[in-house]
């Protein structure tokens, strides 16, 4: 396979599992993945972009597949929403190597960040609260997915060897 079709099917599988996942989530537990205080599971996929570069478009692919397909969405949602994932997703793949004892906290944090910024500003033009408060609630959402499953993710693609051989890292 080229590297052209590996990075194309890479992004794709990345965008699918990630809707799909948001979208079990949101089945399972209703809410949990929307709304001001919401915890996606499916964020911890983006350390998948400190593995390949592929996860970058993949991640927004699917946080937009997701927003669009999700009945309760709104539509500044598709663009805000996708385009924090997107910031968060390159940010991570740009401080890959920036770690502290092997630990990259500097893009794990990129998530909170961005999300926090666009979809806080997002969340107060639709349901109020106050800018700074829903950027603190996506922020802690945003950083307790990816420092605690994203961390076990993380480390179960490095020690295992993993990432090498699903991404040819």
Request: zero cysteines.
């Given at each position: 396979m080229n590297k052209r079709t590996r990075y194309i099917v890479q992004a794709a599988v990345i965008a699918a599992l990630y809707a799909v996942l948001t979208h079990l989530q949101n089945l399972i537990l209703p809410g949990s993945a929307t709304w001001m205080i919401q915890m996606r599971l499916s964020e911890a996929l983006c350390v998948l972009a400190f593995f390949t570069p592929a996860a970058v478009p993949g991640l927004a692919l699917g946080c937009l597949v997701f927003n669009i397909t999700f009945a309760a969405a709104l539509p500044l949602d598709f663009l805000i929403g996708s385009l924090a994932t997107l910031l968060a997703a390159q940010g991570m793949w740009m401080t890959r190597n920036l770690c502290v004892k092997g630990y990259p906290l500097a893009g794990m944090l990129m998530p909170a960040l961005s999300n926090a910024v666009l979809v806080g500003w997002e969340l107060a033009v639709y349901i109020g609260g106050g800018f700074w408060l829903n950027a603190?609630?996506?922020?802690?959402?945003?950083?307790?997915?990816?420092?605690?499953?994203?961390?076990?993710?993380?480390f179960a693609l490095k020690k295992r060897h993993l990432a090498g051989k699903l991404f040819n890292a």
């Open positions: 603190l609630y996506v922020a802690i959402g945003e950083a307790a997915v990816l420092l605690v499953p994203g961390s076990v993710l993380y």
